[in-house]
């Protein structure tokens, strides 16, 4: 859904000045919420949550958990509104060009920038608080942007990546199972070992890497100021460098940087790769898609820095019933209602108390149970670690030039240079 927010980031600028957005609740100015007092007052009336494509799957969910709110303030009435995966973007940004923005509204961080940069958020890091007691801080910092005081959202659910690792070619190819890479220069010195028992019939590695591997790296993506981006330093060109010496010494598929990638997960499941990395579900899909293979699996933690994929609730700074917009957010969010859903499907819980839930904190045995418990216990330190500023423009240059490193058709430092100008400019746009 990025590329679909990104077109019409620029939209929602105009829209939001044209509408005005004045009804009530504090001001509207662009660049943050300028109300910093704890908002309080009795939790009753109307308010309305709106959701991103959770009907008719989880309907029942979802209406439990508002009529339980609703039993316990008499009095409150929640309007709940659903909308279809398609098009949110738009509907959202249509909603905030009308001023109607519902009271406690489904958005991710990138969804949330534009309407945050309008002042159309409200700003629940002074709004709650016990914020920041009560929900594990990479959940937080996900509503917090570059440039714009405060937190927008209180986070929902949550996923992250763990490592996968087929066995089977891992001991065929003279490599340990019990070892396994902790790290780049770990994981490139086993992927020689593996290149030269196979004899490139198969893969350790099998990505180029991202902005997020530049992230692990230490170097910062992006300006404190959210007005430019700084990841051309030295060290994201070391670790270029480093890939294009695994890339000519064929430690990587030859067209891993080429439109006929096949993809990290494709290569891993049939057999052509023996790492890739997936949430923490990836072996209970895999068992779908490969059966054969996922007995074969073994789970370890992300290296690095795990990254982190978040969904959250954020409040419209217009609402005319903010007490009872901020509980219905944080009931909905909290540890018991966090914990019904993810039993329901695949995503953990945001909040602090959720630790010590052993649905998520042991494992039964299964190398998918491990893989569970590896990714819930590393939301404690997970980060987004792709500023949500970047784009699917601004990926597609950064790609683009780290495909032409890699492939030795330019300098490290070039290629970056080159995709933080570009980058630049379209930020500016």
Not at 56 to 74: A, C, E, H, L, N
Not at 148 to 153: D, L, T
Not at 192 to 204: D, H, I, P, R, T
């Amino acid at each position: 859904m990025r590329k679909y927010w990104a077109r019409l980031a620029v939209a929602a600028v105009v829209a939001t000045t044209v509408a005005g957005c004045g009804l009530g609740g504090g001001s509207s100015s662009p660049g943050g919420d300028s109300a910093s007092a704890a908002v309080t007052g009795e939790i009753k009336g109307k308010v309305t949550l709106q959701t991103w494509a959770l009907k008719p799957k989880f309907t029942d969910y979802m209406q439990g958990v508002i009529d339980s709110f609703q039993r316990k303030y008499p009095g409150v009435q929640v309007s709940w509104l659903d909308q279809p995966a398609d098009g949110y973007a738009d509907k959202v940004l249509s909603q905030a060009a009308g001023g109607g923005l519902p009271d406690v509204v489904n958005l991710p961080p990138d969804f949330a920038l534009p309407l945050v940069r309008q002042g159309l958020l409200l700003d629940i890091a002074s709004a709650d608080p016990a914020l920041a007691q009560d929900y594990v801080a990479g959940g937080i910092d996900a509503y917090r942007y570059a440039g714009q005081p405060g937190a927008y959202g209180y986070p929902w659910y949550l996923n992250t990546d763990v490592n996968y690792w087929n066995a089977d070619l891992l001991t065929k190819y003279g490599l340990d199972p019990a070892k396994l890479p902790t790290n780049l220069d770990e994981l490139i010195a086993q992927a020689k070992v593996f290149k030269e028992k196979s004899g490139g019939q198969a893969y350790l590695m099998s990505r180029k890497p991202g902005l997020g591997d530049l992230a692990n790296a230490g170097v910062r993506i992006m300006a404190e100021d959210g007005k430019s981006f700084t990841f051309n330093t030295p060290e994201a060109a070391a670790l270029l460098d480093r890939y294009r010496e695994a890339y000519q010494q064929g430690l990587l598929p030859k067209d891993v940087l080429t439109d006929k990638y096949a993809g990290n997960a494709k290569l891993f499941s049939t057999g052509t790769a023996a790492w890739t990395t997936g949430g923490g579900n990836y072996i209970t899909s895999l068992a779908t898609d490969n059966p054969t293979l996922a007995p074969k699996v073994v789970p370890s933690p992300a290296m690095g820095t795990p990254p982190l994929y978040v969904q959250g609730l954020s409040v419209a700074k217009s609402s005319r019933n903010l007490p009872t917009s901020l509980a219905l957010a944080r009931w909905v969010t909290d540890a018991e209602n966090q914990a019904a859903f993810a039993h329901l499907t695949s995503i953990f819980p945001s909040t602090k108390a959720s630790a010590s839930d052993p649905y998520f904190s042991k494992s039964d045995g299964t190398n998918a149970s491990a893989a569970k418990v590896i990714a819930f216990s590393s939301l404690a330190k997970a980060a987004v670690l792709q500023p949500v500023q970047v784009d699917q423009a601004m990926s597609d240059i950064v790609n683009q030039q780290i495909a032409l490193a890699i492939s030795g058709g330019t300098t490290s430092k070039k290629a970056l240079d080159d995709a933080v100008a570009r980058c630049d400019q379209l930020l500016k746009n």
